[in-house]
């Protein structure tokens, strides 16, 4: 049965909810609420309302609340201001405040009664500290310090009568015996983030934590503290509640933007069991109502009260994709479906004929029987062939290697210069497949493919567009457009770098046999049939030869010639001149005058720009540094030469990589590769750090202060400069000054030879000095 919901508007939202003993009443708190309504078969109905009057201060503004495991009428509140009030809602007005606690420096996030001593309640807080009141005195009774910033969340345990749990906004769970208030019983990192919530199983010693790393850990508290199960939310986790008679069920819900409440079942941990998606706003409480499993109380920030019917909850599994492909990184596809189990049936044997047990298995099969948490998925992988992939498909031939490893061993092998580019990208490509970098692999076969060609050997022309080149087809045409015919086609017998050529006879018996327009005998001009592609014919195109268009042909013949052709009107229209594959049957109609040849004759045909990889290396490059590998990055980079400045990279980012480079070649101790890098740095600021010197600081010989250089071998502390003596003449030293660095003292080098030859301690000081 669905009960309807209570809606609850008041001044301000609600952060929490209590239930009590006997589970007929619910005490809601919030920054301006603080009531307490009934429960029944129709749903909710107030009974009292705590913040009666007018003079009311914040210790009504409560972030929690927490009714008495023995006496139904007294409940206690945490407030924003550190009170912590207990409260009886059977008195009258003002009265209903018993008892109020002012001694928390800071806000107080969570209170809760002890599970079997009515009159003992505890209470955590911003100011890092748990305070232990006895509701008999006025006084707190013990002060627990848990060393850490904020306290979010305190509960005591069902299974050991004076143990709490405590979890800090550091990421720790502390466990505190009442009677011993110096110090805590067990003290471990739990998450990586501020932990809010914990609650305790009640069968098993399990504690479940929720934070803002977004999981929910559940631990073993049997001995020492042991991660049992994790669940992976979407959002940080601000409540927990175990289920009652469900061993495996937990329910969740968020700080921030989701608004549903999860129930988990932490055997499958990355979907929820069931969700209610009832609340507009974030859910700020949840509690079961006391053993009843299908019956779930929630209030939010939408000022709502509701209480749920766990058969009307939804079921995210059954809507959720039951099969998924991926392709790998080794050009392998992998392939995973859902595999539903069921519970084994427990009827008697069957007599059946064996050609209809499948038909009986059919029927056993019902959506009663499913288990959720033993749903799981079968992976299928298939492998691509080593010729597709390029990559080792075999476990033998590519083994893992650790991180550090990999990037060892190529900051050792990959060179960066001495050999042309195309033997480099060949050498490095080879390292890096030999350390699993298969992407770094594949770029640098697409450098020796590219940039490895004769095409970008220096010097190097950047080439943003082709209409900035120069033009073939307009140096063919000064060169075929004289002022006299006769002149034009003896011309004709040359290319363009001047070398003679064979006339095609082919081309004249067929203008002498097949003529249309007749006029063998008549000299006519050359022309070109070549058909050209848009971007050639968008970059040939300019004011003053749109007449020379037509069907995609530009006439390239002379200028009078051309004014002599009744060719249609153009407008200036760059989308004109695109090639069309049909001429209608009008376009013949106004074909040129008699006179002019229907077979071009072509010299030579414009060879077509390369396209230019560089906007997509420098993506490429920048895909790499996002993932983490700059090594590959910067050495493409100084691979490259002087072709690097072809790469729309700026000098800033290139500087950062130079920087994060080294350091980590430095963190490995990779000294001659780190200076190698530098040495390969056409980048000021990267130079200078192989020119920065080193030093070295002396101390005094009698205070051990170490000496400022300011004024030579003077100590500023002791006013004297002794340190300049020698200590085995004790004269002045004048030249090459030895020390030992352990006790300071040195003096000349040949007499400290002399006199370590013979002794092996400081003559001053009697340290045991080593001088090699």
């Known amino acids: 049965m669905r009960f309807p919901d209570a809606r609850i508007c008041m001044e301000g939202h609600a952060n929490a909810l209590a239930l009590s003993k006997d589970n007929a009443l619910i005490a809601v708190a919030g920054r301006s609420l603080l009531k307490v309504y009934s429960i029944d078969d129709y749903g909710f109905r107030e009974v009292c309302n705590m913040r009666g009057g007018k003079n009311q201060n914040l210790s009504y503004s409560s972030n929690d609340v927490a009714w008495s495991t023995m006496d139904c009428n007294l409940l206690a509140t945490a407030a924003t201001n550190g009170v912590v009030s207990v409260w009886d809602h059977s008195k009258c007005g003002r009265q209903k405040q018993v008892l109020v606690y002012n001694e928390h420096e800071r806000t107080a996030h969570t209170v809760t009664f002890h599970s079997s001593e009515p009159n003992i309640l505890i209470s955590g807080s911003q100011d890092g500290t748990i305070k232990c009141f006895d509701i008999r005195s006025d ?10 910033e904020s306290v979010r969340d305190v509960k005591f345990s069902p299974h050991a009568q004076n143990i709490f ?3 800090s906004e550091n990421g720790t769970v502390q466990l505190w015996d009442m009677r011993k208030w110096d110090k805590c019983m067990v003290q471990f990192t739990a998450h990586y983030g501020p932990v809010y919530t914990c609650d305790w199983h009640p069968t098993r010693n399990w504690l479940a934590t929720g934070s803002r790393d977004k999981q929910i850990k559940v631990w073993d508290m049997d001995g020492r503290p042991g991660l049992e199960y994790t669940i992976h939310t979407i959002a940080v986790v601000g409540r927990v509640k175990w289920r009652p ?15 549903s409440i999860h129930v988990w079942d932490i055997r499958r941990p990355y979907i929820p069991f069931a969700s209610f998606n009832e609340h507009t706003n974030v859910t700020t409480g949840i509690a079961w109502l006391g053993n009843d499993s299908h019956c779930l109380l929630s209030t939010s920030k939408d000022s709502t009260l509701h209480k749920h019917a766990f058969e009307d909850a939804t079921r995210p599994a059954l809507k959720a994709n039951a099969q998924g492909a991926s392709l790998g990184r080794y050009g392998d596809i992998s392939f995973a479906n859902k595999i539903k189990e069921y519970a084994p049936k427990t009827s008697g044997v069957s007599n059946t004929k064996t050609s209809s047990s499948f038909i009986n298995r059919r029927k056993s099969i019902v959506a009663g029987s499913i288990q959720f948490h033993l749903d799981h998925s079968r992976m299928y992988k298939f492998m691509v062939k080593d010729a597709f992939s390029g990559f080792p498909l075999n476990e033998s031939d590519s083994k893992p290697r650790q991180e550090h490893e990999c990037f060892i061993g190529c900051a050792r092998e990959l060179i960066m210069s001495g050999k042309k580019l195309a033997e480099l990208c060949e050498h490095n490509s080879e390292v890096s497949k030999k350390y699993g970098r298969h992407n770094a692999t594949t770029l640098w ?7 490895g060609s004769n095409h970008f050997e220096p010097p190097f022309e950047h080439r943003s567009s082709f209409s900035n080149q120069k033009n073939p087809i307009n140096q063919r045409r000064a060169t075929q457009v004289p002022s006299d015919w006769p002149q034009q086609r003896s011309d004709l017998s040359q290319d363009l770098n001047g070398n003679a050529q064979e006339a095609t006879h082919e081309i004249d018996a067929a203008n002498e046999d097949d003529d249309p327009l007749g006029g063998s005998g008549v000299e006519h001009p050359p022309t070109s049939s070549v058909i050209l592609s848009e971007t050639q014919i968008i970059s040939e195109i300019n004011f003053d030869n749109f007449e020379l268009l037509r069907n995609g042909f530009i006439y390239v013949g002379p200028t009078d010639a051309a004014k002599a052709l009744a060719f249609p009107a153009l407008h200036h229209d760059v989308q004109a001149a695109r090639p069309q594959l049909e001429i209608k049957a009008s376009d013949h109609e106004k074909s040129p005058p008699p006179h002019v040849p229907t077979v071009l004759k072509v010299s030579h045909v414009p060879p077509i720009p390369m396209w230019e990889p560089h906007k997509f290396v420098a993506d490429a490059l920048m895909l790499l540094n996002d993932v983490g590998d700059v090594q590959t990055a910067l050495t493409v980079i100084i691979s490259l030469g002087e072709a690097r400045k072809l790469l729309p990279l700026e000098d800033t980012l290139v500087e950062h990589w130079f920087h994060t480079y080294v350091d980590q070649l430095h963190r490995y101790e990779l000294w001659n590769e780190a200076c190698e890098v530098i040495n390969r740095s056409w980048l000021r600021s990267v130079q200078q750090l192989n020119q920065q010197s080193t030093a070295m600081h002396t101390n005094c010989g009698d205070c051990g202060r170490q000496l400022s250089n300011k004024v030579g071998w003077y100590c500023d ?16 030293v004048r030249g090459v000054y030895a020390w030992c660095q352990g006790c300071s003292h040195g003096g000349h080098i040949e007499h400290l030879q002399k006199y370590f030859a013979k002794h092996s301690k400081c003559p001053k000081c009697g340290h045991l000095c080593a001088y090699s």
Do not use: P
Not at 445 to 451: G, R, V
């Open 445 to 451: 076969n697409f450098l020796k493919l590219f940039y």
């Open 165 to 167: 749990s405590a979890v």
């Open 139 to 148: 006084k707190s009774v013990n002060t627990y310090f848990s060393n850490s």
């Open 245 to 259: 008679e469900r061993t495996y069920h937990i329910a969740s819900c968020a700080l921030v933007v989701d608004y």
């Open 717 to 732: 502390k002791c006013k004297s400069m002794q340190s300049a003596k020698c200590c085995v003449c004790g004269l002045i």
